[in-house]
């Protein structure tokens, strides 16, 4: 409206008028985003928002009237500024301001609040996972001490190579699988670790076999999932009523797959109560698998009359 009345007769008395014209449509637009829509819009007076605003609207027409009939020097155009059809036009004029900032103010609002969201989503996600490990990590050392004690009342010359496995195995847990994914290399020697304790403590009761394929350096993945796993195989796979009790572990790094296969012996007559590995570490690695991993994974799991085999294959 400013360009088109084209007041006075330089730049000067345009850039005037223009200026005066928009700082009363500022002042609507202002008064409305931050004090009619946070008091009645939000709160649901939609009648009250729509008479004050309506109001507002009326009584800033009324100095942007003066205005123009005092600076506009078209004298048809003076004439026409009282009346009710020009009143109407100016009205119109600031309720456009105020409807185009509102929604610029709305869609800023939704935006920050959106990423607010997200943030507080992945501090929560965050917090789960850190839970769902220090419900992983006790249940490990415990585990591994009571192995540690049974060598040490046997007076075991291999209670020193259980000691400095199981220094490597806490150096990993505590300061090397805090920070989020860990190169797989690292992951496998975790594991390794682990089995030579178990080898150790299970002797000639069980044989374990574990085979790797692919780069292992190059891969990337979420530190200690494949330890829920392994720790099912060794306690439903080394029953002392299995003759020959075996263990087999297969991990394969692809560009952009990893594969880990398990599978265990387990004596045919094993109890109802007792069928269907992995209880609360189980239900724990899936929702640490559902958060780390979404839709990018697959856990196949075979409970067989004397085999239980599972395959994990994570997307990365």
Not at 10 to 19: I, M, T
Not at 203 to 227: D, K, V, W
Request: charged letters at 20%; one cysteine or more.
């Amino acid at each position: 409206m400013a360009v088109s009345l084209q007041p006075g007769k330089n730049l000067r008395e345009w850039l005037l008028f223009s200026s005066l014209i928009l700082t009363f449509h500022a002042a609507v637009s202002y008064v409305n985003n931050y004090y009619f829509v946070n008091r009645y819009l939000y709160s649901r007076q939609y009648v009250t928002y729509i008479v004050v605003l309506v109001l507002t609207i009326a009584a800033t027409a009324f100095p942007i009237s003066v205005i123009i009939h005092k600076l506009v020097n078209n004298r048809d155009l003076k004439n026409m500024v009282w009346s009710w059809n020009f009143f109407i036009l100016i009205a119109l004029s600031i309720l456009f301001s105020v409807v185009l900032s509102m929604v610029l103010k709305l869609l800023k609002n939704w935006y920050q609040g959106e990423q607010a969201r997200r943030r507080l989503q992945q501090i929560n996600t965050e917090t789960e996972l850190k839970f769902l490990k220090s419900q992983i990590n006790p249940h490990f050392l415990f585990n591994c001490l009571n192995n540690l004690y049974a060598l040490t009342l046997k007076k075991s010359d291999l209670a020193p190579e259980v000691v400095l496995r199981l220094s490597n195995i806490l150096r990993y847990v505590l300061y090397e699988a805090v920070d989020g994914r860990v190169p797989l290399s690292k992951e496998v020697q975790y594991l390794k670790d682990y089995i030579d304790l178990e080898k150790i403590r299970l002797g000639s009761r069980a044989e374990i076999h574990f085979e790797t394929h692919g780069n292992l350096n190059e891969a990337q993945i979420e530190p200690m999932l494949f330890l829920t796993f392994l720790e099912n195989s060794v306690k439903h796979g080394a029953f002392n009523t299995i003759a020959d009790a075996w263990i087999k572990i297969r991990l394969e790094a692809t560009a952009s797959e990893i594969v880990f296969e398990i599978s265990n012996s387990k004596p045919s007559n094993l109890a109802e109560t007792e069928k269907g590995q992995g209880g609360i570490g189980m239900a724990n690695l899936k929702k640490r698998l559902d958060i780390i991993y979404p839709e990018k994974y697959t856990l196949n799991v075979k409970d067989e009359d004397t085999e239980y085999h599972v395959k994990l294959a994570l997307n990365t």
